[in-house]
């Protein structure tokens, strides 16, 4: 697969009627992953009881190659096991295999792959959350959640397309580092992003860290310093940042950040296999190995000193205005701008 052939300008999601996404903007996704996150954040804003709104997905290539497709996303989309975009790309991928384009063809079979595997961290997530809670106090729409969970069928196991018995996770780990530069060199992943990949000791075994240590273009705010969220239910985000395990909002922040963890994740877990199984009251799952995926901690203070040092430059030339003027300079800053949290910035239309 050749740059330039296979590269996709964008994932696109665009309201065509009713549905408001972004405030009613078109939204860009940076990876499959933020897609998926986008369309079930917004498939939460549609009430239960409302008619599906058409919501059209496209993939923009390099040298203006394009595949659209509508879809009719209804509220229960949000928590639906599989995922609306993967029926959708490989629909795409069978119009390009006719056409006998097979680099485009295995890009987007890659990514219905990919996203298939976050689809189904979604629907574990949301179960292991939901039996692990099962004796806390819920409000009404926590009792809701729990209701429905515990009324649907438990996720089925997945086994990743490489996964294989008895191969040494330090082969695992290899194949790894290798898929992820793969990915960025074929735009599945942001250009320049680097990771280590390293063998680590959990709680529950040996496994698989991913560590995103340089990420250009890409502003992480605090909370996605700690480990990759694997569900994205209604409960809040708990103090302090989000670990494994927890279930942070569908209209959380930074699903950019986010993507990039959750695919990072599904191509580590394209090796993996998972059973899951409810046992004695609780929702067990298991894999062949751990795999986790994190952000270096270091990354989030180096763009609150950038927003700092910009910040300054900005009073500096407020006071030198101020002085050419004959006038005091104003202390006040543009709005947010006194808090250093990183924001991730408008993004615009390649």
Request: charged letters at 25%.
């Amino acid at each position: 697969m050749t740059a330039g052939t296979a590269w996709p300008a964008a994932l696109m999601l665009r309201p065509v009627e009713g549905l408001l996404l972004a405030g009613g903007a078109t939204c860009w996704a940076r990876t499959v992953a933020e897609a998926e996150l986008l369309l079930r954040r917004h498939a939460t804003d549609i009430p239960p009881d409302a008619a599906p709104r058409r919501v059209e997905l496209a993939v923009l290539f390099a040298r203006g190659a394009r595949r659209r497709a509508e879809i009719a996303l209804s509220h229960a989309d949000a928590y639906r096991e599989a995922s609306p975009w993967e029926a959708v790309l490989l629909g795409w991928a069978k119009e390009f295999v006719e056409g006998g384009d097979t680099a485009r063809t295995l890009y987007l079979v890659r990514l219905a792959e990919l996203v298939r595997h976050v689809a189904h961290y979604r629907a574990v997530g949301e179960f292991v959350d939901v039996y692990e809670s099962l004796d806390d106090d819920v409000d009404a729409e926590g009792a809701a959640r729990r209701d429905r969970v515990l009324a649907s069928p438990s996720p089925a196991p997945l086994v990743g397309a490489k996964y294989d018995e008895g191969r040494p996770l330090t082969a695992i780990a290899h194949s790894v580092h290798r898929d992820i530069e793969t990915a960025v060199g074929n735009g599945i992943l942001p250009r320049g992003l680097r990771c280590a990949v390293r063998l680590e000791q959990f709680e529950r075994g040996p496994g698989i860290e991913i560590e995103v240590v340089r990420a250009p273009g890409l502003w992480i705010p605090d909370l996605c310093q700690m480990c990759v969220p694997v569900a994205y239910g209604e409960a809040p985000p708990p103090e302090g940042g989000l670990t494994c395990g927890h279930t942070p909002s569908l209209a959380g922040q930074s699903p950019a950040a986010h993507g990039v963890l959750l695919t990072l994740l599904a191509i580590g877990d394209v090796y993996n296999r998972d059973s899951n199984r409810i046992e004695d009251g609780a929702y067990v799952t298991q894999g062949a190995f751990e795999l986790a995926t994190c952000f270096d901690g270091s990354l989030a203070g180096e763009q609150r000193e950038t927003l700092r040092s910009s910040e300054e430059a900005m009073r500096e030339r407020a006071r030198r205005r101020a002085a050419q003027a004959g006038a005091s300079p104003s202390p006040a800053l543009p709005p947010g701008a006194a808090s250093y949290r990183p924001v991730e910035p408008p993004r615009t239309a390649p």
